[in-house]
């Protein structure tokens, strides 16, 4: 039984850079083909034994709610038509696992909408999965950072190398020692330029933390734009030498950019046994 009973999920941003298409719905339920990006995110959880998700939400997301909550119309309507497949469907997402919702009242950061599930976690360690960041299922994601917390009983943030053109977009951490493994992390840098840049090595979305993180976000002063960053209280842990980080070995499809969000779904379809064949000679034809 994994040590890690329960994740975060923040769910509160706004999407700008989706708009429009997230003016009116959260950017967490776009689909990859027929699937919300967000549930992709809390199977990963499922896949990994945490089945208790906190999901930190905000104003105008009752839609993803409402997802994971049971829906007696639209399930009568199914059952009366016999739709049994479709009916099961919907029924599964209901039960995937056990779901509190906590509210963060205003956009102040990451940091901020970790700091708000403290009560909801308690004094236990957590998995924290951000939502721009979906991992090909068929790889562990999570199962390898909860092994790396296990095994070190500190915290751990999952990494993956980046092209050096694309450090500025993440958190950076420095480079290993040796080539396998969790190594120790001494430095953690928010979107650095390439020249400052520790390594290549990007924090992309994944941690397992222990509880103490909620002492330093409680402590951070409001940094860029007044927003309270979840670097900054990992830095803490790092120079306290508390924090590790261990590589992803998924695929990882960056659903927060737009081009690579159309990547996405075109590589999510082509997995489809239902989708595959058309799809693939519609492509073939497409690029004649």
């Given amino acids: 039984m994994s040590a890690i009973r329960k994740a975060v999920i923040p769910v509160a941003g706004l999407g700008t850079r989706f708009l429009p298409a997230t003016k009116a719905q959260p950017k967490e339920m776009l689909p990859l083909v027929d699937k919300p990006v967000i549930q992709h995110v809390v199977e990963e959880a499922i896949r990994a034994g945490v089945v208790n998700l906190v999901l930190v939400t905000g104003r105008g997301k009752q839609a993803i709610e409402n997802h994971f909550d049971v ?23 209901t039960s995937l696992g056990q779901f509190t919702y906590v509210r963060q009242g205003e956009p102040l950061g990451l940091g ?31 199962e390898a950072l909860i092994e790396a917390f296990e095994a070190s ?6 990494v993956q190398e980046v092209p050096l053109e694309h450090v500025s977009r993440y958190g950076i951490v420095n480079a290993p020692e040796h080539p396998d493994g969790p190594w120790e992390v ?25 509880p103490e993180i909620f002492e330093h976000l409680a402590a951070l002063e409001p940094g860029v734009g007044g927003e309270y960053q979840l670097t900054d209280a990992l830095a803490e842990l790092a120079t306290e030498g508390r924090l590790v980080a261990a590589r992803i070995p998924a695929k990882r ?13 075109v590589e999510f379809a082509l997995k489809r046994e239902d989708l595959r064949e058309d799809f693939s000679a519609y492509l073939r034809e497409l690029l004649k």
């Fill in 186 to 210: 001494t430095t953690i840098v928010e979107k650095p330029g390439p020249s400052e840049a520790p390594s290549r090595f990007a924090v992309v979305g994944r941690y397992v933390l222990a």
């Fill in 71 to 93: 829906a007696y119309e639209l399930e009568d309507t199914l059952q009366r038509r016999g739709k049994t497949g479709e009916l099961e469907q919907v029924r599964a997402i």
């Fill in 253 to 265: 499809y960056d659903t927060g950019n737009k081009l690579d969000y159309l990547k996405a779904n």
């Fill in 153 to 158: 009983g500190k915290s751990v943030v999952g």
């Fill in 112 to 142: 901020h909408a970790v700091l708000c599930a403290r009560h909801a976690v308690g004094h236990e360690p957590f998995a924290l999965l951000l939502g721009d960041d979906v991992f090909d299922e068929d790889s562990p994601a999570l």
